[in-house]
């Protein structure tokens, strides 16, 4: 073990063991003690010595050999020459060879564990500079934790082969040199033209313009026809304009402040915004590049990323995961801090989220905003999260460009090869404060003083080329002076012209759709379907082979299932099935996942239903016809927040199918809050990205505690505003049938959110028949057809579950004075429906019953509304909590909730 300097005699004896048997029978030993006694035997001419001789030059050798596993391959990375303005901290024990069980006087020696690193056998000083080559000067590397054998000797064999030393040729250097001054200088530009603008300047992390471009031309060479890209503010501006080739002109009309004036969407500030092109390598290929949208919300655009991309693999590459590669760009502290990443980084290899490896690049200034990184993790390195999926990670000097483009490019062949994530850690500085008109010095001035006297990377990279004879000495002055004007050239032609430079930033797919409307929404459209399709889609979905044997409740559930048809009488999850099956056989795809959402969470859709021997899967909804569009459903890991980020992703990519997000309870929705309010409800405003997404959302008061009860929906109406989502509470399997139906039957999309049942999911009364799947479409309101408008002396309003709990008091106690008028779609709220009933309903009194507390649920969203009738609340009294954790007090409640309402 390291910190010992000789092996136990226990150690040393079973050596002798396997010695003794090699020299017997050598097949009868390991193959690699049987390869390490063979060279022994030639570098020692030892064949036949006996072992006790044997034994004291064979130690030697196997601590050179535990110098090279346990020490430089395990440990080099501790003792690098990573960091360009801090000492690195000290780590114990050093890589001294005392540590090993050798001296000095081993160096001279000639030892045939060389061989191990190619080089053959060789002196022990030799074999030590190659190691401090290749694992301790710009570059580190943590890989001897993988389990896969191939991978380690794969990554071990491409680094050692070479020293880790990159290998440009002339012309490649000028095109890092070239691209190093478009960073340096851009932000330089920026910096005097725009005192005091936030732009979050790349300055001090440069290099990762060079390895992004590397990364994008030869990941082109190894298969890679698409990068989707996701990262935060610092640098940003660079990369669109310098990456994906976004105009100067468009950047420059942003920062003079006169961009989109003319927009009907509100925007967002220029760091934040995305971009989609396509640029030609140097080598001739086409690659397209998109970089996602995001908040400042950092880490949250990365489940973003993941789903976008799968999304593109599954609609535009038939799932071949070289074709497309995410790329994901991380501060220090937040890829440290963030607990979405480590979430995000779980889905990795899981078959509802893989992407076949994302690209990790980490840029590392050491801070972040003013803290420390000695105070902003536990780990010694803020890529510590990349062990969870037991990937490599590269540490590199940002100030080493070359080992910058190389180390991109030694990854962007491994993620191509495996399919599998890699890290990248690119340590640099923050050369200004957090943004530019920020003090760095309040906080750090010992770091600012020496990163004032630091020559950026630009600088660094043009000497040693001159130096070198590499480039002609005055190349870099002439590359800043014409870059410089080329800037200034395109500043004065936005300055004086009034050209909108802005572009069309719609993705292909997207462009036979329009931006919601307000009479949108006056109603819905026909999505029902004929009989005959009803009929034949009911019996397949009720249907399982006769060679297929499921748990025995799940037949009896099905063959409940099969009578419906006959009884005309379906429920919940016959209407929500049908929707999907109706949908698929239409070709349009269906993709949900969630916790426990094949079966349920309530054991309500058993869309995926297990043989009880052999745990073999059916998917009823997958055999429709040869023709139908594909059925993905799958249970998530314990996540909310990346689960629902990258949902969001993949409907940002999948405008003709329904995606879904199903929470586990309603209430556990709030675990994903940011993706909801950065993302979900503004996305289209800021950014100008319509979006499908359609989320399910159990609630509903049942005396189940506080935790079980809420959705939240007050959180999501505070939200709605301009049609930018709609808010439904269904009371009926027909009104889900069509309101799933509805998402794909109209030539906009907006986000969906759904408040679905619980224990509506088993009422005897919450049941629809096929006349209601086949005639019409969504009803916003459904109105009272059991009392008599003229006797109504009281209207209730109500959503959701309450309805059936008002309804049984109704039918009980005969009362036809009082209606019971349910708002299905609570936005946008169907005002025109509601205000027609004043007219029916004249001599009333309105109420608005709802069982959640008065401060949540509904009734705050609707004193936002005008009303030709005098409209008060009956409800809960408003409350920090949703609900009681007593069922006794619950029951209570609701009795007394119901007959308050029929209190005239």
Same mark, same amino acid.
């Given at each position: 073990?390291?910190?010992?300097?000789?092996?136990?005699?226990?150690?040393?004896?079973?050596?002798?063991?396997?010695?003794?048997?090699?020299? @017997?029978?050598?097949?009868?030993?390991?193959?690699?003690?049987?390869?390490?006694?063979?060279?022994?035997?030639?570098?020692?001419?030892?064949?036949?010595?006996?072992?006790?001789?044997?034994?004291?030059? !064979?130690?030697?050798?196997?601590?050179?050999?535990?110098?090279?596993?346990?020490?430089?391959?395990?440990?080099?990375?501790?003792?690098?020459?990573?960091?360009?303005?801090?000492?690195?901290?000290?780590?114990?024990?050093?890589?001294?060879?005392?540590?090993? #069980?050798?001296?000095?006087?081993?160096?001279?020696?000639?030892?045939?564990?060389?061989?191990?690193?190619?080089?053959?056998?060789?002196?022990?000083?030799?074999?030590?500079?190659?190691?401090?080559?290749?694992?301790?000067?710009?570059?580190?590397?943590?890989?001897?934790?993988?389990?896969?054998?191939?991978?380690?000797?794969?990554?071990?064999?491409?680094?050692?082969?070479?020293?880790?030393?990159?290998?440009?040729?002339?012309?490649?250097?000028?095109?890092?040199?070239?691209?190093?001054?478009?960073?340096?200088?851009?932000?330089?530009?920026?910096?005097?033209?725009?005192?005091?603008?936030?732009?979050?300047?790349?300055?001090?992390?440069?290099?990762?313009?060079?390895?992004?471009?590397?990364?994008?031309?030869?990941?082109?060479?190894?298969?890679?026809?698409?990068?989707?890209?996701?990262?935060?503010?610092?640098?940003?501006?660079?990369?669109?304009?310098?990456?994906?080739?976004?105009?100067?002109?468009?950047?420059?009309?942003?920062?003079?402040?006169?961009?989109?004036?003319?927009?009907?969407? @509100?925007?967002?500030?220029?760091?934040?915004?995305?971009?989609?092109?396509?640029?030609?390598?140097?080598?001739?290929?086409?690659?397209?590049?998109?970089?996602?949208?995001?908040?400042?919300?950092?880490?949250?655009?990365?489940?973003?990323?993941?789903?976008?991309?799968?999304?593109?693999?599954?609609?535009?590459?038939?799932?071949?995961?070289?074709?497309?590669?995410?790329?994901?760009?991380?501060?220090?502290?937040?890829?440290?801090?963030? #607990?979405?990443?480590?979430?995000?980084?779980?889905?990795?290899?899981?078959?509802?989220?893989?992407?076949?490896?994302?690209?990790?690049?980490?840029?590392?200034?050491?801070?972040?905003?003013?803290?420390?990184?000695?105070?902003?993790?536990?780990?010694?390195?803020?890529?510590?999260?990349?062990?969870?999926?037991?990937?490599?990670?590269?540490?590199?000097?940002?100030?080493?460009?070359?080992?910058?483009?190389?180390?991109?490019?030694?990854?962007?062949?491994?993620?191509?090869?495996?399919?599998?994530?890699?890290?990248?850690?690119?340590?640099?500085?923050?050369?200004?404060?957090?943004?530019?008109?920020?003090?760095?010095?309040?906080?750090?001035?010992?770091?600012?003083?020496?990163?004032?006297?630091?020559?950026?990377?630009?600088?660094?990279?043009?000497?040693?080329?001159?130096?070198?004879?590499?480039?002609?000495?005055?190349?870099?002055?002439?590359?800043?002076?014409?870059?410089?004007?080329?800037?200034?050239?395109?500043?004065?032609?936005?300055?004086?012209?009034?050209?909108?430079?802005?572009?069309?930033?719609?993705?292909?797919?997207?462009?036979?759709?329009?931006?919601?409307?307000?009479?949108?929404?006056?109603?819905?459209?026909?999505?029902?379907?004929?009989?005959?399709?009803?009929?034949?889609?009911?019996?397949?979905?009720?249907?399982?082979?006769?060679?297929?044997?499921?748990?025995?409740?799940?037949?009896?559930?099905?063959?409940?299932?099969?009578?419906?048809? @006959?009884?005309?009488?379906?429920?919940?999850?016959?209407?929500?099935?049908?929707?999907?099956?109706?949908?698929?056989?239409?070709?349009?795809?269906?993709?949900?996942?969630?916790?426990?959402?094949?079966?349920?969470?309530?054991?309500?859709?058993?869309?995926?239903?297990?043989?009880?021997?052999?745990?073999?899967?059916?998917?009823?909804?997958?055999?429709?016809?040869?023709?139908?569009?594909?059925?993905?459903?799958?249970?998530?890991?314990?996540?909310?927040?990346?689960?629902?980020?990258?949902?969001?992703?993949?409907?940002?990519?999948?405008?003709?199918?329904?995606?879904?997000?199903?929470?586990?309870?309603?209430?556990?929705?709030? #675990?994903?809050?940011?993706?909801?309010?950065?993302?979900?409800?503004?996305?289209?405003?800021?950014?100008?990205?319509?979006?499908?997404?359609?989320?399910?959302?159990?609630?509903?008061?049942?005396?189940?505690?506080?935790?079980?009860?809420?959705?939240?929906?007050?959180?999501?109406?505070?939200?709605?505003?301009?049609?930018?989502?709609?808010?439904?509470?269904?009371?009926?399997?027909?009104?889900?049938?069509?309101?799933?139906?509805?998402?794909?039957?109209?030539?906009?999309?907006?986000?969906?959110?759904?408040?679905?049942?619980?224990?509506?999911?088993?009422?005897?009364?919450?049941?629809?028949?096929?006349?209601?799947?086949?005639?019409?479409?969504?009803?916003?309101?459904?109105?009272?057809?059991?009392?008599?408008?003229?006797?109504?002396?009281?209207?209730?309003?109500?959503?959701?579950?309450?309805?059936?709990?008002?309804?049984?008091?109704?039918?009980?106690?005969?009362?036809?004075?009082?209606?019971?008028?349910?708002?299905?779609?609570?936005?946008?709220?169907?005002?025109?429906?509601?205000?027609?009933?004043?007219?029916?309903?004249?001599?009333?009194?309105?109420?608005?019953?709802?069982?959640?507390?008065?401060? !949540?649920?509904?009734?705050?969203?609707?004193?936002?509304?005008?009303?030709?009738?005098?409209?008060?609340?009956?409800?809960?009294?408003?409350?920090?909590?949703?609900?009681?954790?007593?069922?006794?007090?619950?029951?209570?409640?609701?009795?007394?909730?119901?007959?308050?309402?029929?209190?005239?």
């Amino acid at each position: 073990m390291i910190g010992h300097s000789y092996l136990s005699n226990a150690d040393v004896d079973a050596i002798d063991v396997m010695y003794k048997s090699y020299q @017997e029978d050598p097949e009868s030993v390991d193959f690699g003690w049987r390869k390490f006694f063979e060279g022994f035997d030639l570098a020692y001419d030892r064949t036949g010595a006996s072992s006790e001789v044997v034994s004291e030059d !064979m130690l030697k050798e196997i601590n050179v050999l535990r110098l090279i596993n346990e020490g430089y391959r395990t440990r080099g990375h501790l003792f690098t020459k990573t960091n360009p303005v801090r000492e690195r901290r000290k780590y114990e024990p050093t890589l001294d060879i005392k540590h090993f #069980g050798l001296d000095e006087k081993d160096l001279e020696k000639t030892f045939n564990a060389g061989v191990e690193l190619g080089i053959g056998p060789a002196k022990l000083k030799d074999i030590i500079n190659h190691l401090e080559e290749t694992y301790c000067e710009s570059i580190g590397v943590e890989f001897m934790y993988m389990p896969n054998p191939e991978r380690k000797e794969w990554l071990r064999e491409k680094m050692e082969s070479r020293k880790n030393q990159p290998q440009l040729t002339l012309e490649q250097k000028r095109l890092v040199l070239a691209k190093l001054n478009q960073a340096v200088v851009f932000e330089n530009f920026l910096h005097t033209k725009y005192v005091g603008q936030k732009r979050f300047s790349l300055e001090g992390l440069e290099s990762l313009l060079p390895a992004l471009d590397a990364a994008i031309e030869y990941g082109a060479t190894l298969g890679a026809e698409e990068y989707v890209i996701g990262m935060a503010h610092r640098g940003r501006l660079n990369v669109l304009t310098n990456i994906l080739n976004k105009s100067y002109e468009e950047i420059f009309q942003e920062f003079e402040g006169n961009g989109y004036e003319d927009s009907i969407f @509100e925007g967002d500030v220029k760091y934040h915004i995305g971009y989609a092109s396509e640029v030609k390598t140097s080598l001739g290929k086409n690659v397209r590049l998109s970089l996602c949208p995001n908040p400042s919300h950092l880490e949250s655009v990365d489940p973003v990323v993941e789903g976008l991309s799968r999304a593109k693999l599954d609609r535009n590459y038939g799932n071949d995961e070289t074709k497309l590669v995410p790329i994901l760009i991380h501060g220090d502290a937040s890829i440290s801090g963030q #607990g979405v990443v480590y979430e995000t980084i779980q889905m990795a290899s899981l078959d509802a989220y893989r992407t076949g490896g994302t690209v990790h690049i980490v840029t590392n200034n050491q801070i972040g905003f003013t803290t420390n990184y000695t105070d902003g993790r536990s780990s010694i390195y803020c890529t510590d999260v990349a062990k969870t999926t037991k990937c490599p990670v590269f540490h590199v000097n940002g100030d080493d460009v070359e080992a910058t483009v190389y180390v991109m490019k030694l990854a962007m062949e491994y993620r191509q090869k495996y399919n599998s994530d890699v890290f990248i850690d690119l340590l640099g500085y923050r050369k200004y404060g957090h943004n530019e008109g920020d003090e760095p010095r309040f906080t750090q001035p010992k770091l600012y003083k020496a990163i004032s006297k630091h020559k950026n990377p630009r600088e660094i990279y043009a000497a040693k080329l001159t130096a070198a004879g590499s480039v002609e000495a005055d190349l870099a002055k002439k590359m800043q002076v014409e870059f410089k004007k080329l800037l200034q050239e395109k500043l004065d032609l936005v300055r004086d012209s009034e050209t909108d430079y802005s572009e069309d930033l719609s993705e292909h797919n997207w462009r036979d759709l329009r931006k919601a409307e307000e009479a949108d929404f006056d109603k819905s459209p026909k999505t029902s379907i004929t009989k005959a399709k009803f009929e034949k889609l009911a019996k397949q979905i009720t249907h399982i082979p006769e060679d297929f044997k499921p748990f025995k409740k799940v037949q009896k559930l099905f063959a409940d299932r099969a009578a419906m048809i @006959e009884a005309n009488r379906f429920d919940w999850a016959m209407g929500e099935l049908m929707a999907y099956a109706s949908l698929l056989e239409e070709g349009h795809a269906v993709r949900m996942s969630g916790q426990d959402c094949e079966r349920g969470t309530f054991s309500h859709r058993h869309a995926i239903i297990k043989e009880e021997e052999s745990e073999k899967e059916y998917a009823a909804l997958r055999t429709l016809s040869d023709s139908q569009a594909d059925f993905h459903i799958y249970n998530s890991h314990l996540s909310e927040f990346a689960v629902l980020g990258f949902e969001y992703g993949y409907a940002m990519n999948n405008p003709q199918g329904l995606t879904i997000w199903e929470a586990q309870f309603g209430d556990f929705v709030n #675990g994903a809050q940011v993706i909801i309010d950065q993302y979900i409800a503004s996305g289209e405003t800021k950014w100008k990205r319509y979006n499908g997404l359609v989320m399910l959302l159990p609630h509903g008061h049942e005396g189940q505690g506080p935790e079980h009860t809420s959705a939240r929906p007050e959180r999501f109406l505070q939200l709605c505003a301009k049609q930018n989502m709609q808010v439904v509470n269904p009371t009926t399997p027909a009104n889900m049938f069509h309101v799933l139906r509805r998402q794909l039957k109209r030539d906009f999309r907006i986000p969906l959110i759904v408040m679905t049942p619980k224990s509506l999911l088993r009422h005897p009364l919450c049941v629809s028949t096929m006349d209601d799947f086949t005639q019409n479409g969504f009803q916003e309101l459904i109105d009272d057809n059991y009392a008599d408008p003229k006797k109504v002396k009281r209207v209730i309003l109500c959503t959701g579950k309450v309805y059936y709990d008002l309804l049984k008091k109704q039918q009980e106690d005969n009362r036809t004075d009082v209606a019971i008028v349910r708002v299905e779609q609570l936005y946008p709220l169907p005002e025109k429906q509601i205000h027609a009933l004043a007219d029916k309903y004249k001599n009333a009194d309105w109420k608005w019953v709802q069982e959640e507390p008065k401060n !949540m649920g509904t009734w705050m969203h609707l004193l936002r509304y005008e009303y030709p009738f005098d409209l008060s609340v009956l409800s809960r009294r408003s409350s920090s909590s949703p609900a009681t954790g007593y069922a006794k007090v619950h029951a209570e409640e609701q009795a007394e909730l119901v007959r308050l309402s029929f209190d005239i």
